[in-house]
């Protein structure tokens, strides 16, 4: 996968999280708020003709959301009406979000397209004829 299409923000908060993870949920003296995701996952796919971001983002509407690219960042965002509903415990919540990604100049950005179906928001983001026709494999002879 391309190294350009990568998360523009830390990963040193996500990674703090998800190892104390386990021994939040063994002391858990609040009502199971103890750990809440604020971001949907994204996966990257990068296939011939295409990269593929899929975020999984359920109870929101496509109205929620916003997609902007600027110069080689995309940025997906989304805000929503919080919900009267008090769940009895608690591990997501999207009501607003900003995730941003670095593009690679191999994506044509007039062409990016996106669709949200079931709670999973999908974009499309076409490769260049030169980066499509690339063979992305060589073999390294060793000396």
């Given at each position: ?28 003296f609040n009502g ?18 295409q990269f593929k971001?899929?975020v999984a983002a ?86």
């Amino acid at each position: 996968m391309s190294k350009e299409l990568t998360k523009a923000t830390s990963i040193l908060p996500s990674a703090f999280d998800d190892y104390f993870k386990p021994w939040k949920d063994l002391f858990d003296f609040n009502g199971g708020k103890t750990y809440t995701a604020t971001v949907p996952a994204v996966n990257i796919t990068e296939e011939k003709d295409q990269f593929k971001l899929t975020v999984a983002a359920p109870g929101m509407d496509k109205d929620d959301f916003r997609i902007d690219i600027d110069n080689d960042v995309l940025t997906i965002s989304a805000e929503t009406e919080e919900t009267e509903e008090t769940p009895t415990r608690q591990e997501y919540n999207y009501s607003s979000f900003s995730r941003s990604f670095r593009l690679p100049v191999s994506v044509v950005k007039d062409k990016v397209e996106a669709k949200y179906k079931d709670g999973i928001l999908k974009l499309y983001l076409p490769k260049t004829e030169e980066a499509r026709k690339a063979n992305g494999t060589k073999h390294v002879v060793i000396q």
